[in-house]
């Protein structure tokens, strides 16, 4: 019975509820299936790291195995974005022809073309890894815009990888550790790791800024010099 009351929207609650078997299901859905967008992945990638680590029954009440998170976490992550792809260049621009509702928001899909086109197909499939919303929808944007299938799988196994991994080994350092401590440490951690995996994305927006800045100058320089005799 309490499997029923279950929070999809809290993490602990995935995963002491669900085990390895649920957060690849999750990681799978939230990548691969339009309907997984409002799992909280990056928080439950944390967790489950902390769930490894010798903090596991005090701060989730189970314990996962590190191995089977490392195997499966980047697989489940990569087969998904796969399937959205696929989805996406099969179903085309129609999948997205539907009015709003409670799950489905066009605004969704606008902000998956934005990044695609912002930063282009290769960055963006990584960058959308750390992004929620974006990393459920970007990926059958990227085959609607039909992103080659050969390109799309290199650049989504980088993103899968870096994702995954990354996330499940700084909670997993992080619960060995701080031990007894981590309730102290455990909500500014999650905080860190939303805030480093939105940094590329405001490192390209510096970047893009900048050389905006730069090419505007340059026009100004130009239009101010005397032209000659």
């Given at each position: 019975?309490?499997?029923?009351?279950?929070?999809?929207?809290?993490?602990?609650?995935?995963?002491?509820?669900?085990?390895?078997?649920?957060?690849?299901?999750?990681?799978?859905?939230?990548?691969?299936?339009?309907?997984?967008?409002?799992?909280?992945?990056?928080?439950?990638?944390?967790?489950?790291?902390?769930?490894?680590?010798?903090?596991?029954?005090?701060?989730?009440?189970?314990?996962?195995?590190?191995?089977?998170?490392?195997?499966?976490?980047?697989?489940?992550?990569?087969?998904?974005?796969?399937?959205?792809?696929?989805?996406?260049?099969?179903?085309?621009?129609?999948?997205?022809?539907?009015?709003?509702?409670?799950?489905?928001?066009?605004?969704?899909?606008?902000?998956?073309?934005?990044?695609?086109e912002k930063f282009g197909p290769a960055k963006a499939v990584v960058l959308a890894r750390f992004i929620p919303i974006v990393r459920t929808f970007l990926n059958p944007v990227a085959g609607v815009l039909e992103m080659p299938a050969r390109k799309f799988f290199v650049w989504n196994v980088v993103g899968g990888v870096?994702?995954?991994?990354?996330?499940?080994?700084?909670?997993?350092?992080?619960?060995?550790?701080?031990?007894?401590?981590?309730?102290?440490?455990?909500?500014?951690?999650?905080?860190?790791?939303?805030?480093?995996?939105?940094?590329?994305?405001?490192?390209?927006?510096?970047?893009?800024?900048?050389?905006?800045?730069?090419?505007?100058?340059?026009?100004?320089?130009?239009?101010?010099?005397?032209?000659?005799?």
């Amino acid at each position: 019975m309490d499997s029923l009351a279950v929070n999809v929207l809290d993490a602990t609650s995935l995963i002491s509820t669900f085990g390895l078997i649920g957060i690849l299901a999750i990681i799978f859905a939230e990548t691969g299936l339009l309907v997984g967008f409002f799992f909280p992945g990056d928080s439950m990638l944390f967790l489950a790291g902390v769930a490894a680590s010798s903090s596991a029954e005090k701060v989730v009440g189970t314990s996962l195995p590190l191995t089977w998170l490392l195997i499966g976490s980047p697989l489940c992550a990569v087969a998904g974005a796969q399937l959205g792809h696929f989805i996406g260049a099969k179903a085309g621009p129609k999948m997205f022809a539907k009015p709003n509702s409670k799950l489905f928001k066009k605004e969704y899909v606008d902000k998956a073309e934005h990044y695609f086109e912002k930063f282009g197909p290769a960055k963006a499939v990584v960058l959308a890894r750390f992004i929620p919303i974006v990393r459920t929808f970007l990926n059958p944007v990227a085959g609607v815009l039909e992103m080659p299938a050969r390109k799309f799988f290199v650049w989504n196994v980088v993103g899968g990888v870096v994702w995954t991994v990354g996330i499940i080994l700084a909670g997993y350092w992080l619960g060995d550790a701080i031990g007894d401590s981590i309730d102290k440490y455990l909500l500014p951690g999650i905080a860190v790791i939303v805030l480093v995996s939105l940094l590329p994305i405001f490192i390209e927006v510096y970047r893009e800024r900048k050389a905006k800045k730069r090419a505007g100058a340059e026009i100004t320089e130009a239009a101010e010099e005397p032209v000659g005799n």
